[in-house]
């Protein structure tokens, strides 16, 4: 029998002079913040939506399309940024696109109407892609091995932590300000990311190991990427993982509150519980991945997650499901996906490291687009009961699921990963 024990993920050294700062633990804090921003600055606004339609005349359609404009934005931008970092560099594109998030992010709190929001909002997103994308490069262009998969953990919890952070800073600010106040604050972060970058971020990707013959050589690695079957498999098992988890987010509050008639104070600490259980699964798989396989991890976290929405549906089909049961299985299903994200990033980024710009853009990009196609389904097919968002959940993970045993095959990773890896990277 083959074994599961052999990691996939080792790599040649990493060139002499290329490692990277003593203070590790001050660069992961900064990419974690990097990685940050984009969730922080898609959902604190999100409490004020109601003061921001009054405010601009603007209807409910409207002003929701200003949260649609800026993942648009995120999707694209980290498509194109990640790319052209891997032939010009991290910092680069970096510090300019952070600046411009502080600037977009002020331009927000000023703006006459809603069309002129939905448009800087879209710039907004291009931009804030710059942190999300190149934080994750940064961390494969110094990082290998065992300190991969640990690192990427952690930026993961941050990203867990993220979207409950969000929606209760935007309304703490709201208690005491208006619906402007939450992007000038924006800004405020944005020009502390800036200078967090400028003095707590080196060039990870020093110009010999950069990409060659401009951006048309460039984004044919990302072609090159697209056509690496395990690598595909990454990512969309980390994009349907996604999908699975904008869908919570979008369905949830309508479950618990309106469904179970929970407060909005009740329903916060759900939401919370949820978040700290994916955090908890980002410390697991950075603690097991220093034993295990990326891959075991990562079919692991997948059948969790799958587990925790089958059993969700298979409950409310025998006669309904209680808040009890509910929660519980939204528990089980985002531990699992708290495990995937940081194992299909590992991976993935571990099978493209010589272009892991091009690597992290399409395992961001494709994650959030997903992610932004899902969330609405749950309105569509209707919330008048738990059913829509457990189905499209299972429908989501199953496919996660599919996509790591059709694609990814995590246990053939002891022999055919390493050298096609180096086959997606020259």
């Known amino acids: 029998m083959r074994s599961w024990r052999v990691r996939a993920y080792r790599s040649a050294p990493l060139p002499t002079g290329t490692g990277p700062p003593r203070r590790i633990g001050v660069l992961i804090a900064v990419l974690g913040a990097l990685t ?38 995120l999707v694209l931008g980290q498509l194109v940024i990640g790319p052209l970092s891997d032939g010009l560099g991290r910092r680069r594109l970096l510090l300019p696109g952070t600046a411009l998030f502080a600037v977009l992010s002020l331009v927000c709190a000023l703006v ?14 291009v931009a804030g892609a710059a942190g999300m994308v190149l934080a994750q490069a940064v961390v494969t262009d110094w990082f290998q091995g065992p300190e991969l998969p640990r690192y990427f953990s952690l930026l993961s919890m941050v990203l867990g932590l993220a979207p409950v952070t969000a929606p209760l800073l935007g309304g703490a600010i709201l208690s005491v300000a208006s619906w402007r106040a939450v992007f000038v604050v924006l800004a405020f972060i944005g020009i502390l990311l800036f200078l967090a970058a400028l003095f707590g971020v080196r060039e990870s990707l020093p110009s010999e190991r950069r990409r060659q013959g401009g951006a048309r050589l460039t984004f044919r690695a990302m072609g090159r990427l697209l056509c690496h079957r395990a690598f595909v498999g990454c990512v969309l098992a980390q994009a349907f993982s996604a999908a699975a988890l904008f869908t919570y987010i979008a369905g949830s509050s309508f479950v618990f509150e309106n469904l179970y008639a929970m407060s909005a104070t009740r329903y916060s600490l759900i939401f919370a519980a949820n978040a700290a259980g994916m955090v908890l699964a980002g410390w697991v798989f950075g603690a097991l991945s220093r034993r295990l396989p990326v891959g075991a991890l990562l079919t692991a976290g997948v059948a969790v997650a799958l587990a925790g929405a089958l059993l969700h549906v298979t409950l409310f089909a025998a006669g309904g499901s209680g808040l009890a049961a509910t929660w519980a299985c939204l528990f089980i299903s985002l531990f699992g996906i708290g495990i995937v994200f940081p194992a299909s990033m590992s991976l993935g980024q571990s099978l493209g490291r010589k272009a892991s710009g091009a690597t992290s853009a399409l395992l961001g990009g494709v994650e959030f687009l997903f992610g932004a196609l899902a ?28 996509a790591v045993v059709f694609l990814t095959r995590p246990w053939r990773a002891h022999g055919a990963l390493p050298r096609e890896r180096r086959a997606v990277a020259s």
């Not at 809603?114 to 907004?124: C, D």
């Not at 097919?381 to 996660?400: E, K, N, R, Y």
């Open 36 to 73: 940050a921003v984009a969730p922080l600055a898609t959902d604190m606004y999100v409490p004020g939506f109601p003061e921001l339609g009054q405010a601009l005349h603007a209807r409910e359609s409207a002003v929701q399309l200003s949260m649609t404009a800026f993942l648009a934005g």
């Open 112 to 125: 006459p109407d809603v069309q002129t929001l939905i448009a800087v909002r879209f710039l907004e997103g």
């Open 375 to 402: 969330s609405p389904l749950v309105g569509v097919l209707g919330t008048g009961s738990p059913l829509p968002m457990a189905f499209i959940m299972l429908s989501a993970l199953l496919c996660a699921a599919l």
